[in-house]
């Protein structure tokens, strides 16, 4: 989780909302990272998670991931949910809960949808404290500019 609160704090410095992710085999071996670039490239898709996966999917010249560990920063959304599910990913671990858009419980709990072909462990609230603390600052500084 400290690698991708390192890739959070890249986000911010670009501007971007702070969430960073990176995946990891069982060994430790980081595959891919990522942080949000959805202002920088323009994209909707661009979340932490998302960079992240086609970074470790182009280095295993695979589509499928099975096995592997993402750890990000803030509670997947629905679309990087998805994503990971399709991924086959094994583990999903996040930090700061979204109460807004988060789909590991929060809003809605993609994860546990019976039908869903693929299942992936969840575990949240790993340096919760860290990851939402790089959020609060970047809004509260994002806020202080607007007025």
Do not use: W
Not at 15 to 30: K, S
Not at 86 to 112: E, I, N, Q, W
Not at 126 to 135: K, Q
């Amino acid at each position: 989780m400290a690698l991708a609160l390192e890739q959070a704090g890249l986000a911010a410095a670009a501007g971007e909302v702070p969430v960073g992710a990176v995946l990891a085999d069982a060994d430790g071996t980081v595959l891919g990272m990522g942080y949000n670039r959805t202002i920088t490239d323009s994209d909707p898709t661009a979340h932490a998670e998302i960079v992240a996966l086609r970074a470790a999917a182009a280095r295993l010249a695979n589509y499928r991931l099975p096995g592997l560990s993402l750890y990000v920063t803030l509670e997947p959304c629905v679309m990087c949910m998805g994503a990971m599910l399709h991924a086959r990913l094994a583990r999903v671990v996040f930090g700061a809960a979204d109460p807004k858009t988060g789909a590991c419980g929060s809003v809605l709990d993609v994860g546990a949808v019976d039908k869903i072909n693929h299942h992936t462990t969840v575990c949240g609230g790993v340096m919760a404290e860290s990851c939402g603390n790089i959020l609060r600052g970047f809004f509260r500084e994002r806020r202080r500019k607007e007025t």
